[in-house]
């Protein structure tokens, strides 16, 4: 699947500021602070959208989170691999077909497409591999066919699942108990009630083909992949085991990243990915902004009413990734009054030096991706006064380099 153009990252170390510090990031699996400083070269995959909407600010906020992760490890000298699916056929997307009578791969193209022009707009680092689970029904195929040697796999009808207790350490991921696990599989699409399950929390990993929906052909018999395999098939293909960050929103820390990884470790019995880092909940309307509930606030909306996407990024970046919080209008308000003001800042021929905030900037981002920190310390930048005829240089760089701002 094709990807959109990411920007071009300009570094730090070319003006004489070396190379940033090691990162921390905060892993849901320990609940603690760990420095992810891999060997010359990061791997990270993130969990991508289902298209049957438009981009809406919640989405945008994750994507935006693992852009800052992505942007810390270049700085710090590291070559990154980046890997995105696409869930281009499942429930939710035929559902939304079937409401709006459009042919359910003509509206997953149309709302892929709608989100590689949101992520453009708001400069965000594309994925090296950008994965749909329709192009990848073979690596699904085998995966499945892994874990049913590990004798992990069982019929239910002509659907088949997996027994998640062939992992012994099930549940790793969450730390959740089991009456928190089944009430939390239930509300985010999984089947406990289910007759003939071993167990109600064992997961989908092939359902067979349904009247009127889509299905393929393979040795599994004609069907379509479960969700969760899905992402551990494209994860396992693209970055190997034992890769650097799981990351998403944090309503995918169960089910959907406790099942992969338990996937993928009984299939290959090796580790699946070292941290698990998951972004907080951006609400409106006083609940989670979700497509399901209908209460978003689209990016692309405010494109078209002409919002500079730079202020959207701002907007975003004003709030820790690990935080819940609510949008309102007085957000962008507020990033289009601080944009403004560094662009003055950014356009006198002298400004105090900006070796300090490139120092400010770095620590911010590499303790657990703390961009209000680092705003205030741009802000405490723009509202001062020097006589450095190279500070306009420097600030644009690290911003460019660090949050994505280009000014």
């Known amino acids: 699947m094709r990807s959109w153009t990411s920007p071009i990252v300009p570094s730090l170390d070319d003006l004489g500021f070396g190379r940033g510090p090691a990162v921390e990031v905060h892993d849901t699996a320990t609940g603690a602070l760990v420095t992810v400083d891999p060997d010359h070269h990061a791997r990270l995959y993130v969990c991508g959208i289902t298209p049957y909407d ?86 699904v195929v085998d995966m499945v066919g892994q874990l049913d040697a590990a004798g992990a796999v069982y019929r239910v009808d002509d659907d088949l699942y997996f027994d998640v207790h ?100 009984v299939a290959t019995g090796e580790n699946f990915a070292h941290s698990y880092v998951h972004a907080g909940m951006v609400g409106y309307d006083g609940e989670k902004m979700s497509k399901s509930k209908g209460n978003l606030v689209l990016v692309s909306a405010l494109r078209e009413a002409g919002r500079d996407p730079v202020a959207i990024r701002l907007a975003l970046l004003a709030h820790h990734y690990r935080s819940d919080w609510e949008w309102f209008e007085a957000e962008l308000v507020v990033a289009e009054q601080r944009l403004a003001a560094w662009r003055i800042a950014v356009d006198r021929p002298e400004g105090p030096a900006g070796d300090d905030m490139v120092s400010a900037l770095r620590a911010a981002l590499t303790h657990d991706l703390d961009a209000p920190a680092a705003l205030r310390a741009v802000d405490q930048w723009a509202a001062g006064a020097g006589h450095d005829p190279r500070a306009s240089t420097t600030v644009r760089t690290a911003l460019d380099a660090l949050l994505g701002i280009s000014l």
């Open 166 to 265: 062939a992992d012994a350490d099930f549940g790793a991921v969450s730390g959740y108990d089991e009456t928190t696990m089944l009430q939390v599989f239930g509300e985010r699409g999984g089947d406990p009630e289910r007759a003939g399950k071993k167990h109600p929390l064992d997961c989908l990993l092939w359902q067979a083909e349904r009247p009127g929906e889509p299905a393929w052909d393979t040795s599994l018999g004609r069907g379509r992949p479960g969700w969760h395999v899905e992402c551990a098939a494209i994860a396992l293909e693209h970055l190997g085991t034992g890769f650097d960050v799981q990351g998403g929103g944090s309503d995918l820390v169960f089910p959907h990243h406790e099942m992969s990884r338990s996937e993928s470790v």
């Open 54 to 139: 438009a981009t809406h600010m919640g989405h945008a906020a994750t994507y935006l989170a693992f852009d800052l992760l992505q942007r810390a490890w270049l700085d710090a000298g590291l070559t990154v691999t980046y890997t995105q699916n696409v869930t281009d056929v499942d429930d939710p997307l035929l559902e939304r077909a079937t409401a709006t009578g459009i042919d359910w791969a003509e509206l997953a193209e149309n709302q892929i497409e709608l989100f590689r022009t949101d992520m453009t707009a708001l400069r965000v680092l594309a994925p090296d591999h950008y994965i749909g689970a329709v192009e990848s029904i073979d690596l």
